[in-house]
């Protein structure tokens, strides 16, 4: 699933190719990716004639935002926007196309039909589901150390389990939770209250340089992640925890091993990030 670099990736293509552009109607074929409103024929309808006037991020959802509403588009596993000509053929597994007055098409494709797209009124797309419930983003000046502090410390649960909450801090999945845990020298299956106030200050730096350094990289392409100009990411030629089982540790040498932490496959070193 793309994650915070990934997403804001995409953002960021999908701004220079069509903030600007009119819509003068919306094709969908898949009408259950639609979640909000009920009735996909009013989404269609809402949409038509609405220019999208900037995109934006929040966590790992794409926000169009345009005259009078706002696209609200979480991309799953393996969602997908490109910019094409209405004259170029459609592929397979294209389930939401949104055609511009200029004879370019902005076209949503999923292989596995996972993606979500809610439409709200301007300034009500917070208001509740999917958006509400989200915690702060990593980049904000609110964020601190103490604050990622007392969003856990009452928490009986795993440290890993913690940071891909959502509700915690937004946008950290998987692959940036081990190089996260790995940079801070935390084991992720520790708790809130067996961290030191130094773990505290390394995970909150590690969780803010390791996302803007994926920014930087274009995101990681692990598997058919690309932006929005069909471009793969190169962070993934620099993990040092996730998808490294038996490779030597960059650090010690030791072998990075996998377990299961809260159901998801978990990359440590058993030297670097010792459970006890």
């Known amino acids: 699933m793309p994650e915070l670099p990934e997403v804001e990736n995409v953002r960021r293509t999908l701004a220079r190719l069509v903030v600007g552009k009119q819509i003068a109607k919306v094709t969908v074929g898949l009408a259950r990716m639609i979640k909000a409103p009920d009735d996909a024929r009013q989404f269609v309808e809402e ?17 169009f935002y345009m005259d009078h509403v706002v696209l609200v588009s979480h991309l ?3 969602g997908r926007y ?30 596995r039909t996972f993606g979500t797209m809610h439409l709200f009124p301007l300034g009500l797309e917070e208001a509740g589901p999917p958006l509400h419930k989200l915690g702060p983003e990593p980049f904000d000046p609110a964020f601190t150390p103490d604050e990622l502090k007392q969003r856990m410390i009452r928490r009986r649960t795993k440290i890993k389990s913690l940071l891909l909450n959502q509700e915690i801090v937004v946008g950290l999945g998987n692959i940036y939770v081990d190089e996260v845990l790995f940079a801070a020298g935390v084991h992720p299956e520790k708790l809130p209250t067996e961290l030191t106030d130094e773990q505290w200050r390394l995970l909150h730096q590690h969780i803010i340089v390791i996302l803007e350094q994926s920014i930087e990289l274009g995101g990681s392409s692990i598997k058919s992640y690309v932006n929005g100009q069909g471009e793969s990411g190169n962070f993934q030629h620099t993990l040092k925890a996730y998808g490294r089982t038996g490779e030597p540790c960059v650090v010690c040498g030791a072998p990075i091993e996998k377990s299961v932490v809260g159901g998801r496959g978990t990359h440590t070193c058993p030297n670097c990030q010792p459970r006890n």
């Open 47 to 63: 949409l038509r004639g609405q220019t999208i006037r900037d995109i934006g991020r929040r966590g790992k959802f794409l926000l």
């Open 76 to 78: 799953r596993m393996e």
């Open 82 to 111: 490109g910019l094409y000509r209405a004259d170029e053929e459609v592929e397979k597994h294209t389930h939401v196309i949104f055609h511009f007055t200029d004879g370019t098409e902005l076209r949503y494709r999923d292989v």
